[in-house]
Nanobody, 125 residues
């Protein structure tokens, strides 16, 4: 069982930065691939970024590449999403997720078996 709690969301202006954090419970955090996803109003949940268990491989959606950075601290059981140069189209609820089967950081929603409750990010123009 893995519990995930996101924090760090908020209301910002276009061009600002935010850092999301996701704290995980359990002693097996370092074995899991981790991902960030988002769901905008009236949209399906979509992949944002993922990271493998050892902090070596990362993957990004084209829409955030060059602006967002995913990282993890296995000693703190925490995964981060640094978001720079935010745009209004980044407005969404952001979810942290854990894949307890695949350690490489899948880009697919269906591969993740534990999810946080989400944190709202709103970017005004």
């Amino acid at each position: 069982q893995v519990q995930l709690v996101e924090s760090g969301g908020g209301l910002v202006q276009a061009g600002d930065s935010l850092r999301l954090s996701c704290a995980a419970s359990g002693r097996t955090f370092s074995a899991h691939g981790m991902g960030w996803f988002r769901q905008g109003p009236g949209k399906e949940r979509e992949f944002v970024a993922s990271i493998d268990r050892s902090n070596g491989l990362t993957y990004y959606a084209d829409s955030v590449k060059g602006r967002f950075t995913i990282s993890r601290d296995n000693a703190k059981n925490t995964v981060y999403l640094q978001m720079n140069s935010l745009k209004p189209e980044d407005t969404a609820v952001y979810y942290c997720a854990a894949d307890t089967v695949r350690p490489w950081g899948s880009t697919q929603v269906r591969d993740y078996d534990y999810w946080g409750q989400g944190t709202q990010v709103t970017v005004s123009s």
